[in-house]
């Protein structure tokens, strides 16, 4: 059974970066398209960045576009996910997941239908 665990995140101050890592036990990652996910207290989770398992197609929120990088390392079994320039809005705790169905990373960041696996987050607070 696929398992993720992210670490990373901690306190930075505005306009600082942080490098979240997902790191996946159990099977391969290689075939799961891999996202991003963060809730904010009081808020909705939402869909940070998403990839996909081969052509590389990405997915960014409008909120964190330019801002912030998602890479993979299959050999590794591990996600990435950059983020730089942050602001007290990208607070939140993030949430890596793991995707076999849906058609596109857009839908798999918007719908999150077909995720298979969530990791247990990592706690991200920009504040100075």
């Known amino acids: 059974q696929l398992q993720l665990v992210e670490s990373g995140g901690g306190l930075v101050q505005p306009g600082g970066s942080l490098r979240l890592s997902c790191v996946a036990s159990?099977?391969?990652?290689?075939?799961?398209?891999m996202g991003w996910f963060r809730q904010a207290p009081g808020k909705e989770r939402e869909g940070v960045s998403c990839?996909?398992?081969?052509?590389?197609?990405?997915y960014y929120a409008d909120s964190v576009y330019g801002r912030f990088t998602i890479s993979r390392d299959d050999a590794k079994n591990t996600v990435y996910l950059q983020m730089n320039s942050l602001n007290p809005e990208d607070t939140a705790v993030y949430y890596c997941?793991?995707?076999?169905?849906?058609?596109?990373?857009?839908?798999?960041?918007?719908?999150?239908?077909?995720?298979?696996?969530w990791g247990q987050g990592t706690q991200v607070t920009v504040s100075s």
């Open positions: 997941a793991a995707d076999v169905g849906s058609l596109t990373v857009q839908d798999m960041c918007r719908r999150r239908v077909y995720i298979r696996s």
């Open positions: 990839l996909s398992s081969s052509d590389g197609a990405t």
């Open positions: 159990g099977e391969a990652l290689d075939r799961y398209a």
